[in-house]
C-alpha cells in the first residue's frame, strides 16, 4: 500500500511549505500504523508539485493498482465551477479508482 500526500505549490513563502510537507508526513505516520497491524506491507510518501499530475506520475512509476480516493463534491453542482481532485482522478486516470464516500455527519 502507497499512502502519497502532494502538497502543492503555492505561496511564496518557504517556512509555509515546509510546515505543510511537515504536516503532510506526520497525517500519513499517523495513519500507518493502523494499516500496518492489518498485516498490509505500508510505504508513505510525500510529494510537492501538482496534484493530480503527482499522484498519476507516482501510479506510474510505483506500479499501483488502483487509486484510492474520496471527496466531499463528486457529482455536485459546484464541481462544474471548481473542480475537485477526486473529480479530476476520476476523469484522466487510466488505473482504475476506488471512490469512497466521505461519511455522513
Known sequence: CLLYTVVADVGRDPAIRTYKLKAAQENLLAVQPSLEAAHIAVK??????????????????????????????????????ISSFTGDILRRSCHPVLYFPPKKP
Open 44 to 81: 508513505a510518501e510525500v510529494a510537492q508539485g501538482n496534484p493530480v499530475l503527482q499522484v498519476l506520475a507516482a501510479a506510474i512509476d510505483e506500479d499501483i493498482t488502483a487509486i484510492a480516493t474520496s471527496s466531499r463534491t463528486v457529482g455536485k453542482l459546484i464541481e462544474y465551477s
